[in-house]
């Protein structure tokens, strides 16, 4: 163990643990990033996916609320032939 009191190689430890932890943050924070962008994808995804529902629903009701409005203005004879 009397190596380990080399100043020289004490230093060199040091500078490979520092070496190794470099690459263990890179990764993790490889690893960070790929997980943000597969949930940034998923959550593009989903939100599209109601908003396409949402704008169909919608231009369902829009549909209903233009048949009823022709139903009451023919009903109050206000209908013309073009209803």
Known sequence: M???KNPKVQ???ID???EV???L???QLKIVDE???KASKFLAK???GEISAFSHSLSLVVQIEKTCM???EREEGLCTNFC
């Open 11 to 13: 230093e060199a430890v």
């Open 35 to 37: 997980a943000q962008e």
């Open 2 to 4: 009397s190596v380990l």
């Open 25 to 27: 943050v890179d990764k």
């Open 21 to 23: 932890m470099d690459k």
């Open 46 to 48: 989903e939100v599209s």
């Open 16 to 18: 490979k643990g520092l």
């Open 70 to 72: 022709k139903e009451k």
